[in-house]
């Protein structure tokens, strides 16, 4: 065989997400598709390449089977992300200012944010791999992948998914950006099958508010 031609072979073996890998993504996949709506409790932490790590948030998280989903920030200060079914809108009380997302279901950021749970076709808009030297270990009985987009995000260059072996449920997700910060999520007290009430997706630009309009694709 041509050493050229072994070559790139090694080279498309070496590509090829591993099957425990995709199966994982699988399971998560089955799992929150016959899940209903989903609630659980989230902190999110940003990791500064430069200026290291930055207050913990942490909050409430609701999620219609729909694809439907509102993150209410509790602390350390009060904001609200909303996607209503067409348009999602990023709510700072404090700074007065309402950031809109239009034309939000069918943008990259959307599905970004849906794997970050384990909600949209993960493998429909990303590549599954094993994990790299990049991923934070996990913890026991849990499994973790990486996603990278099949198409441009900004700020995305890869998300860490972590979820538990015997479950299924996503425990955590980092989003590494391309400057080498990231933002890791970690979910708690989730809960399958809860209905919750569409009032819960509702949003309305309140007066008197600063608003920007962010492109669909989140920039």
Same mark, same amino acid.
């Given at each position: 065989?041509?050493?050229?031609?072994?070559?790139?072979?090694? #080279?498309?073996? =070496? #590509?090829?997400?591993?099957?425990?890998?995709?199966? !994982?993504?699988?399971?998560? &996949?089955?799992?929150?598709?016959?899940?209903?709506?989903?609630?659980?409790?989230?902190? &999110?932490?940003?990791?500064?390449?430069?200026?290291?790590?930055?207050?913990?948030?942490?909050? !409430?998280?609701?999620?219609?089977?729909?694809?439907?989903?509102?993150?209410?920030?509790? #602390?350390?200060?009060?904001?609200?992300?909303?996607?209503?079914?067409?348009?999602?809108?990023?709510?700072?009380?404090?700074?007065?200012?309402?950031?809109?997302?239009? &034309?939000?279901?069918? /943008?990259?950021?959307?599905?970004?944010?849906?794997?970050?749970?384990?909600?949209?076709?993960?493998?429909?808009?990303?590549?599954? =791999?094993?994990?790299?030297?990049?991923?934070?270990? /996990?913890?026991?009985?849990?499994? /973790?992948?990486?996603?990278?987009?099949?198409?441009?995000?900004?700020?995305?260059? #890869?998300? &860490?998914?972590?979820?538990?072996?015997?479950?299924?449920?996503?425990?955590? /997700?980092?989003?590494?950006?391309?400057?080498?910060?990231?933002?890791?999520?970690?979910?708690?007290?989730?809960?399958?099958?809860?209905?919750?009430?569409?009032?819960?997706?509702?949003?309305?630009?309140?007066?008197?508010?600063?608003?920007?309009?962010?492109?669909?694709?989140?920039?």
């Amino acid at each position: 065989m041509s050493p050229v031609i072994c070559m790139v072979g090694m #080279a498309l073996i =070496a #590509a090829t997400p591993k099957p425990d890998a995709l199966a !994982l993504v699988e399971r998560v &996949q089955r799992v929150y598709t016959g899940a209903g709506d989903v609630t659980a409790r989230f902190s &999110q932490t940003y990791y500064d390449k430069l200026r290291g790590k930055r207050p913990t948030e942490n909050g !409430l998280m609701w999620a219609k089977r729909d694809g439907r989903v509102r993150w209410s920030y509790r #602390a350390p200060a009060r904001k609200d992300f909303v996607y209503t079914g067409r348009a999602a809108y990023f709510y700072e009380p404090s700074n007065a200012q309402v950031t809109v997302f239009e &034309q939000f279901e069918d /943008s990259p950021l959307a599905n970004a944010i849906r794997c970050l749970w384990g909600q949209g076709t993960i493998v429909d808009s990303f590549d599954v =791999a094993p994990c790299d030297a990049r991923c934070q270990d /996990s913890p026991d009985g849990t499994r /973790s992948v990486l996603l990278r987009p099949k198409e441009a995000l900004a700020a995305v260059e #890869a998300i &860490q998914l972590t979820a538990e072996t015997a479950t299924g449920k996503v425990q955590r /997700s980092i989003v590494f950006d391309p400057l080498g910060n990231r933002t890791e999520y970690a979910f708690s007290g989730i809960e399958f099958g809860a209905v919750v009430a569409d009032k819960k997706f509702a949003f309305r630009i309140p007066d008197g508010v600063n608003i920007i309009r962010a492109t669909p694709d989140g920039r």
